[in-house]
């Protein structure tokens, strides 16, 4: 038996009141974050429907893209990224969620391959404005998505953030009104975004109300990680 249909169910019902209960009618995809899992586990949620995997680490990604190609899996890169490792980040995913600064984005539009659609990018924020956290400030995201918009092997699709981790429902909710004011911002700037990347397992449905589009979540789907030494 396939022990992943029951937690995706109920992650998507869970999605679906929190969108009742602000009025939404809209969609909000699931992204299944699949960092330290393994590749069988992924392949385990991908026949129980789920298609959208996140990913943090370049190396063990490819590893686990190259079991898995007979999924029509849609690769999605989450994590910090390294100058280092853009090349691979560009020829191996759809979407990248966390470009916090242009030259990332120079690189990875310099190594897009050509005959790939467009790189998919989303801006990553740091909207709590934590020392330790990647990110852009909300004053220098405008010069990031002009640099972005002007590449055309990347498609700048919307706002990432990673608010800080808390328990405090109305916190929640302000730290993601805060990105989703950014996201606006950018559209008011003429901007055609339609992605707004928020709220993991702890907070997603927080972040629903306030607008998430997408919402990354892990050890609800897959439980506790095992993490080795990964890059």
Same mark, same amino acid.
């Given at each position: 038996? /396939? ?29 299944? =974050?699949?960092?330290?899992? @393994? ?7 991908? !026949? ?9 680490? $370049? ?15 849609? *690769? ?7 100058? /280092? ?8 995913? %759809? *979407? ?9 984005? !120079?690189? #990875?539009? /310099? ?9 998919? $990018?989303?801006?990553?924020? /740091? ?10 400030? $909300? ?5 990031? %998505?002009?640099?972005?918009? @002007? ?12 608010? %800080? ?13 805060? =990105? ?12 055609? #975004? ?10 997603? !449905? ?8 997408? $919402?990354?979540?892990?050890? %609800? ?11």
């Amino acid at each position: 038996m /396939n022990t992943f249909y029951d937690s995706l169910q109920a992650i998507h019902a869970r999605i679906a009141q929190a969108k009742a209960q602000v009025g939404r009618n809209d969609t909000v995809q699931l992204c299944a =974050v699949s960092k330290a899992q @393994s590749a069988e586990k992924i392949r385990l949620a991908f !026949e129980a429907g789920q298609t959208i995997f996140g990913e943090n680490y $370049v190396q063990e990604a490819i590893a686990k893209q190259s079991l898995l190609q007979d999924c029509a899996i849609e *690769w999605h890169f989450i994590g910090p990224i390294q100058s /280092n490792k853009t090349q691979l980040i560009a020829q191996h995913f %759809a *979407w990248v969620h966390s470009v916090d600064r242009i030259k990332i984005a !120079e690189r #990875l539009a /310099n190594s897009r391959p050509t005959g790939m659609p467009p790189l998919n $990018v989303c801006i990553q924020i /740091n909207s709590s404005e934590e020392a330790t956290k990647s990110g852009t400030g $909300v004053e220098e995201m405008f010069a990031l %998505a002009q640099t972005i918009t @002007s590449m055309p092997t990347l498609k700048l699709r919307g706002v990432m953030a990673i608010p %800080a981790p808390t328990p405090d429902k109305t916190l929640q909710h302000q730290q993601f009104r805060r =990105v989703h004011e950014a996201f606006t911002m950018l559209q008011q700037q003429g901007y055609a #975004l339609d992605t707004l990347s928020i709220g993991m397992s702890d907070d997603f !449905e927080a972040a629903i109300a306030e607008g998430a589009t997408i $919402v990354r979540i892990g050890s %609800a789907i897959f439980g506790t990680r095992q993490y080795a030494t990964l890059t």
